[in-house]
């Protein structure tokens, strides 16, 4: 439990039941004490003591009497009585948690008290700690609770929600409990933060929360991804409608389209990650969703007013169409377009994807909206969404060149490792004290270089002196976007370990090896799927730390994503051409 200063109404109510459970001890040990046999005992012989003459003639008929009542029934002692339950201010508090569904195992995640929609809640869970807050339960939900900052999304008042049209005049009871969670947050101390992420009713945004961000919570790639995508697409462009209105010009141009052929995509959110893994391109009118599709390896045509990548900087350019565009063939020429172009290439899917990570994924934007507030002191920080990405980069480099060029491939990544792990014999090297000189956090095993190839001991050895939960088994330079790419797939995957595909077994027979080496050729081709045996580049560092041959990886357990290297990296086209843009001549 964070120690955090509560308010003086939650201390007058804690100090009250302390009270209370004080006297409501005192009185059953009070009832139990009046109600034995040995107080009635000393009590006849008091009596007897005191009168003599009739006492003692009385005093056998009394204990007679005591005797037969204590062996057939005991109404009047407290032994008879089972005492009522002591009740203190933390039992209430647990029953609190028990009612709302709160209660956890307590982790070093962010707790977020969230009144969220389910759709943005299953966007945050991987990386903060999610309680839900609902309308009959949140203020014993949330006074019985320890959070780090408290969430609202405007999404989450849509129609058919638990929360809906909360902030509406006419829904007063919804309204008025979500403001008494944002004035408790704030005589807390705990931040709270509204997402602007859909049309809300205006009362909402009348709330005194303390940071209202416009957008919604980035991309969340462990929903959104290329992994185990359909090797054959639908050739055919579908529209994916948004759940927000897409204004005039946006419906003209569907209209159009879908008598040009365009299908449209329906269902839920839910459905969606595989229906756009299923096509080959989608027409979409909100820059999010594009995006999302982008992930998926499908290309998408953005249809709407200002492009969104232009304002933000992002570098993946959206598309702008305007009504010129309705008196003429573009609308249809560009679906014809999309059509041709099929699905992402292997090249574009890894610019597009790395883009996302590092700028608008979803840790990414939760560390940003975070970090527009104030953390009550002993509470996280809003970099802890990102801890999950942190690398611990395990290199055996045998002399000063190879340590230069592991100083180099370093400092050059567009996603640094959080630290680099190196034999307590190489520590001398002129590439390490580069590392130390550039502030690089550094961590010395026990021992030195092996003899020949590293083993799966040395890089155990290796793996226990790290601290972050990912390592990379470095043997090489591998380009800039070395890390980035690795994590992401880990991030798109959930996998224990990514790597270049291999073939996972060869048989004995003469007869089966031309097949065999067929098989392994075709699935060291495949990438974002995964298989039996890779050659590990990235792995948590607890399977690492095993010594285990990475050959028998799948056998305890672990799930391996293929992921190659990029081939023809200076070829590649630029992650601009992925959405085409319509003419509106």
Not at 206 to 221: E, S, T
Not at 380 to 388: A, D, H, I, Q, Y
Not at 425 to 452: D, F, M, T, W, Y
Not at 511 to 520: C, I, W
């Amino acid at each position: 439990m964070k120690r955090r200063e509560l308010s003086h109404t939650e201390q007058l109510r804690q100090a009250l039941s302390e009270r209370e459970a004080q006297l409501q001890e005192a009185k059953a040990r009070l009832a139990a004490l009046e109600g034995s046999t040995s107080l009635q005992v000393g009590r006849a012989l008091t009596a007897a003591a005191k009168r003599p003459a009739r006492g003692l003639v009385r005093l056998p008929r009394d204990l007679f009497r005591l005797w037969r009542r204590a062996g057939r029934t005991r109404p009047a002692t407290g032994r008879g009585r089972k005492p009522a339950p002591v009740r203190s201010f933390e039992t209430e508090r647990e029953e609190a948690r028990l009612l709302s569904g709160g209660v956890g195992l307590r982790d070093s995640r962010l707790v977020v008290a969230g009144v969220l929609a389910r759709e943005v809640q299953e966007a945050l869970e991987p990386y903060v700690r999610v309680v839900p807050l609902r309308p009959q339960d949140a203020q014993a939900a949330f006074e019985s609770l320890d959070v780090d900052i408290v969430c609202v999304s405007s999404s989450a008042t849509a129609p058919g929600s638990l929360w809906a049209h909360a902030g509406d005049p006419a829904v007063c009871d919804r309204t008025r409990v979500l403001n008494w969670v944002v004035e408790t947050a704030e005589a807390r101390g705990v931040p709270t933060v509204l997402v602007d992420d859909a049309p809300a009713p205006p009362g909402l945004k009348a709330l005194d929360f303390d940071h209202v961000h416009r957008g919604g919570v980035g991309v969340p790639l462990h929903r959104f991804n290329p992994v185990a995508a359909e090797p054959e697409r639908d050739p055919e462009p579908a529209y994916v409608p948004s759940p927000a209105p897409a204004g005039v010009v946006a419906d003209r141009l569907v209209d159009r389209l879908a008598e040009a052929g365009m299908r449209r995509i329906d269902g839920g959110w839910e459905e969606l990650p595989a229906r756009l893994r299923a096509a080959s391109g989608v027409v979409v009118d909100d820059a999010s969703l594009a995006d999302r599709a982008l992930v998926c390896g499908a290309r998408a045509l953005l249809l709407g007013g200002v492009p969104r990548a232009e304002a933000d900087g992002q570098g993946v350019r959206a598309v702008a169409t305007d009504a010129r565009a309705l008196r003429s063939s573009a609308a249809a020429d560009e679906l014809a377009r999309l059509r041709e172009a099929g699905p992402l290439t292997s090249e574009e899917l890894r610019l597009v994807l790395r883009s996302v990570f590092l700028t608008d994924a979803t840790p990414v934007r939760l560390a940003e909206i975070f970090g527009n507030v104030g953390f009550a002191p002993g509470s996280g920080s809003p970099s802890l969404p990102l801890r999950s990405r942190r690398t611990a980069l395990l290199a055996m480099p045998g002399d000063d060149a190879a340590s230069l060029a592991l100083a180099g491939d370093v400092l050059a990544q567009s996603h640094a490792p959080a630290e680099v792990v190196v034999p307590e014999s190489v520590a001398h090297l002129a590439g390490i004290e580069r590392l130390e000189s550039h502030g690089v956090p550094l961590r010395r095993a026990a021992g030195g270089l092996p003899e020949g190839d590293a083993r799966p001991e040395d890089w155990a050895r290796l793996a226990r002196a790290a601290s972050a939960p990912w390592a990379v088994l470095w043997t090489g330079p591998r380009g800039e976007h070395f890390l980035a790419d690795l994590l992401c797939a880990a991030e798109c995957s959930g996998a224990d370990a990514v790597g270049p595909a291999v073939p996972a077994w060869r048989p004995a027979d003469a007869r089966n090896r031309d097949a065999a080496d067929a098989v392994g050729h075709a699935v060291a081709e495949q990438e974002y799927v995964f298989v039996s045996a890779i050659a590990p580049e990235l792995a948590r560092r607890e399977l690492v730390g095993r010594a285990l041959q990475p050959g028998v990886w799948n056998r305890h357990g672990a799930r391996l994503l293929a992921l190659g290297p990029l081939p023809g990296t200076g070829e590649a086209r630029s992650s601009d051409r992925a959405r085409t843009t319509p003419s509106t001549g």
